[in-house]
C-alpha cells in the first residue's frame, strides 16, 4: 500500500468499493465521460481513419457555427470521440491548431445532474470557471469549462445530461 | 447535410446507426474507452480534487516501478481517469511534465479483442505504431502505442481487452 505523506488514498466514501462515481453529498457529483475531444487539421483523413482503419461508426460532419466549430462523432463502446475542426473566421479552435498544428485533444467533457449545483459547489471549493454562467453548448444543453489552471492542465467541460 | 468533397460520411456498415463500433470486417475495431490518461504534477492535489470536490471514487496509488510511473485511478460512471505521476529517474512522464508543467492529458488508452490482428491492421494501413511488438502494460494486458503522428496530434494506447 502507497501512502501520499501521512494519508491514504480511499474513496470519499470510505466503502473501499470502486463503482459509482455520484451521489456523494456537497461534490460535483460527475457522471459519463460524455466525449473526448480532438481538434483535427483534416477533417476528411481523421473521420476516414476513424471509419476505415478504426472500425467506427462515424456521424455526418455537422456545422456548428455558433460555436465556430464542424464536429464528427466516433462510437466508441461506452463514450464517444468528437472530432473539431474550426469554421470560421473567430473560431476557438483555429489558435489551438495553430499551437498544435497536428491536432490534439482539446477538451473532456463530463456529464452533471445538475449544471448550476456543480457550480455553486467549484466556487465554493475555488476551482476556477471560465465562465461560471452556463451557456448553451454545442449538443443543446448548458455547459461550463473548468479552467486548465485548475484541472492539471486540462480543459473540461461539464455538460448537464 | 454537409459535404466532405463529394463523399457523404456515413458508418462504415453503412447502416446509417451510430451504436456498436466493432465487428468490420478488416478494421482494427476499437471496443471501450478502457481510461483517459492525464499527468498530473501533483498526485496528493489531483486525486484529493477529484475526491473531495469532484464526488468520485479514487483509488489507491499504485507504483508501477517497471513503467516509471505511479498510477491513480478515478472512476467516472462509464471508464476511468488514470492519473500519472513521474517514478524514477528515467520516467516518460517526467519528459512530459518538462513540456507541460501544470501536467495534460497524455494518453487515450482504447480495447481491441486482439492486439495481433490490430497490429496488422495498423501496418496494413501504413498507420504509425510505436513499436509493433506488443508489450505488456500497465494492467497486465498486451498494448501498444499508436504514434501521434498517425492519430491527429494524441498519443493512443490499444489494450487488448
Redesign the interface.
Known sequence: ??R??S???????GSG????????V????????NH?A????N??E??T???????????????QKEHGV?T????????KIE?LHPLGENSPIANFLKK?P????HH?C??VDDIHSAVK??QE?Q?RIIDPNPKIGAHGKPVVFLH???????LVELEEK
Chains 1, 2 share one sequence.
Open positions: 500500500m502507497f501520499f505523506g494519508r491514504l488514498l480511499y474513496s470519499a466514501a468499493g470502486f463503482a459509482g462515481a455520484k451521489g456523494i456537497g461534490t460535483v457529483g460527475l457522471g459519463r465521460l473526448v480532438i481538434a483535427v487539421p477533417m476528411e481523421a473521420a481513419m476513424y471509419r476505415d482503419v478504426m472500425g467506427c461508426k462515424v456521424s455526418e460532419a455537422v456545422e464542424s464528427v462523432f466516433v462510437a466508441l463502446e461506452n463514450t472530432l498544435n497536428a491536432g490534439g485533444i473532456v463530463i456529464e459547489v467549484l471549493k476551482i486548465p489552471k485548475s484541472c492539471n492542465g486540462v
